[in-house]
């Protein structure tokens, strides 16, 4: 149905009598799911020329049922599980018994959206696999139990915190950790403070996150299929809330919703904003009514460098220093990136800022500065048992990869293979295709838990000269590993928030384009400051990046490009190629329109 009929079916409608209708009320519960649910029907209303109020904030299921019933509220988005909960109904009933209870209470049950927000008790992917965890039932098998969960979930009296316990006969080993924010849940469950968390199936958090949701096997929560629903004296008031309702059933399922939720609890989006851009997409308001969406700070980060919780951390000190901008998080070359002004924050390692020539020479990447330190990484170098002496041959994971690079900084006369995943790439280093697997990792790093099968840990001196400075000792401790018998001298550095330069001169390997300068927009000292204090505050110390990194917030961020940049040399010598081509092309049509027709 196209935006101009449904503005025409919503005028249609209004308050009977000598006095215009009250502005239409819509109560939200305290998640970003309501809010954006909440602007799509108030932004109808207003699209309809119909006067709206901004939306209702509610404390919890209880306070917005309550007000609707008084008629405080014209409608809600509700989900059936929760309504029949509320007033003591069987929780196994579906949308025909929770309308017959509430229409004994002058509130109707409209039209379902199309998806269902059921709760979900998650477990990280580590656990469930170490622990063999696959339903509720297994938790009964935990040394110790303890969950983080929303705040309503302590006052549901039927399919709460209190009776999921009584249901699988758990108990817990401290206080539930009650917080509203899905993605601050999730993280404390990443972060190993819990060992459970309870989530709901829309949690946009969830998204592309290492979590498994447990099977409810002794069929404690019911269906929480979402429902539009009205005072019944204010839906007569109003009968296009009914309409409005109808237009929308069905238009919403499980991955939609969970996207659109991912926006706002993840990426920072307004939810008015995420609401009036679907409704766009569905044709349902007029492109001149939906204005334009808050430009997005680009965060950018190369997967096949294995950051993993890293650029969470990113993210969240993005959205603490620059509060007013969304953060859309992309994959790809990250110098590259920044310089063409794609994002202006990056996660990388500090191997990403530095190369070797081809004459052999190793300079700095001047497209990026270092704002902020997340972490740090060890070298990896896993060899058969018994290998010594320089690599002829290294695998990583990745081709464009930080490895890929570091690889051909340590060891530029090895051939480097390339493999898909870390299984992969140790499978090869176990068959002998390859005398030596690298790997940028945390000491401890989960994927590299059976990687001492068939392996072990090389020692990686320090290299030689001042090129790979950046490059600090450190030991990987023994017992970090299974069957990790002794201590590992290596290597690590530092992985670092990084944003744009202010210099010109954009490093892509070739190409007439190699030399043309950058686009990016860089950090300001005040944007680099905030960024770090937000990661100091998150991971309760403030680490400086190395000195030889290019520092954001420093005067002398950008150091001098090589005395020859062979890059420059590459794009002088393309566009005179080029130039000496166009000059022969001339000479030869030029005759030829020369002569008579």
Request: proline share 7%; hydrophobic share 50%; aromatic share 4%.
């Amino acid at each position: 149905m196209s935006a101009t009929l449904l503005i025409a079916l919503l005028s249609a409608s209004s308050l009977s009598g000598c006095g215009a209708p009250e502005p239409l009320r819509v109560g939200v519960k305290p998640f970003a799911e309501q809010a954006i649910l909440g602007e799509m029907f108030r932004q109808l209303a207003v699209a309809a020329d119909q006067d709206a109020a901004p939306l209702v904030a509610c404390e919890d299921s209880w306070d917005c049922q309550h007000r609707l019933q008084r008629g405080e509220l014209h409608m809600m988005v509700e989900y059936t599980g929760t309504g029949l909960g509320l007033i003591g109904a069987e929780p196994g009933g579906g949308l025909e018994e929770v309308r017959a209870a509430y229409s004994q209470l002058g509130v109707s049950w409209l039209d379902p959206l199309g998806f269902d927000n059921g709760y979900r008790v998650l477990v990280t992917a580590w656990d469930a696999e170490a622990m063999a965890l696959e339903g509720v039932s297994d938790l009964e098998a935990l040394d110790t139990l303890t969950v983080a969960c929303p705040p309503e979930f302590l006052r549901r009296p039927t399919d709460g915190l209190a009776p999921l316990l009584r249901r699988y006969g758990l108990t817990l080993d401290a206080e539930p950790l009650v917080i509203a924010d899905s993605a601050e849940r999730l993280r404390a469950l990443a972060d190993g403070r819990v060992e459970v968390a309870i989530g709901y199936a829309t949690d946009g958090a969830i998204s592309g996150q290492p979590l498994v949701a447990l099977d409810d096997d002794r069929g404690f929560f019911p269906a929480y299929e979402a429902v539009v629903i009205a005072n019944d004296i204010r839906l007569q008031e109003r009968p296009a809330i009914d309409k409005a309702a109808a237009l929308m059933a069905g238009r919403l399922d499980e991955a939609t919703m969970q996207s659109l939720n991912y926006q706002v609890e993840i990426q920072g989006y307004d939810p008015a904003d995420v609401a009036r851009s679907w409704l766009l997409e569905e044709g349902l308001l007029d492109a001149e009514a939906a204005g334009d969406k808050a430009a997005a700070l680009g965060l950018v980060v190369d997967p096949d460098d294995g950051l993993g919780g890293m650029v969470e951390e990113a993210r969240l000190a993005a959205r603490a220093a620059m509060p007013d901008q969304p953060v859309r998080e992309l994959e790809g070359d990250p110098l590259a990136a920044l310089a063409g002004g794609e994002a202006r924050l990056a996660v990388v390692g500090a191997e990403r800022f530095f190369r070797r020539t081809r004459s052999g020479e190793v300079v700095r990447d001047p497209r990026a500065a270092a704002a902020a330190v997340l972490g740090v990484r060890a070298v990896h170098l896993l060899r058969p048992p018994g290998a010594s002496g320089a690599p002829a041959s290294v695998g990583v994971v990745g081709r464009a990869s930080g490895a890929a690079g570091l690889a051909a900084l340590l060891w530029d006369a090895a051939k480097r293979e390339h493999y898909a995943d870390i299984d992969a790439l140790l499978a090869a280093a176990r068959g002998g295709e390859i005398d030596a697997a690298l790997v940028l990792a945390a000491p401890g790093d989960a994927a590299l838990s059976g990687a001492l099968d068939g392996l072990a840990l090389t020692e990686v001196p320090p290299p030689g000269g001042t090129d790979l400075a950046w490059l600090r000792p450190a030991r990987i401790p023994s017992g970090t590993y299974p069957g990790q018998r002794a201590g590992v001298d290596t290597l690590s550095a530092q992985v670092v928030l990084a944003g744009a330069t202010a210099e010109a001169n954009a490093l892509v390997s070739g190409g007439p384009a190699a030399a043309l300068p950058s686009t990016g927009k860089p950090l300001t000292a005040a944007e680099a400051e905030a960024l770090a204090e937000a990661l100091a505050e998150a991971l309760g110390a403030l680490e400086m990046p190395d000195p030889v990194l290019p520092a954001a917030a420093s005067p002398s961020a950008v150091a001098e490009p090589p005395a020859v940049n062979e890059d420059v040399l590459d794009t002088v010598l393309n566009l005179l190629v080029i130039l000496f081509l166009g000059w022969l092309v001339s000479l030869t049509v030029a005759p030829l329109s020369s002569e008579p027709k």
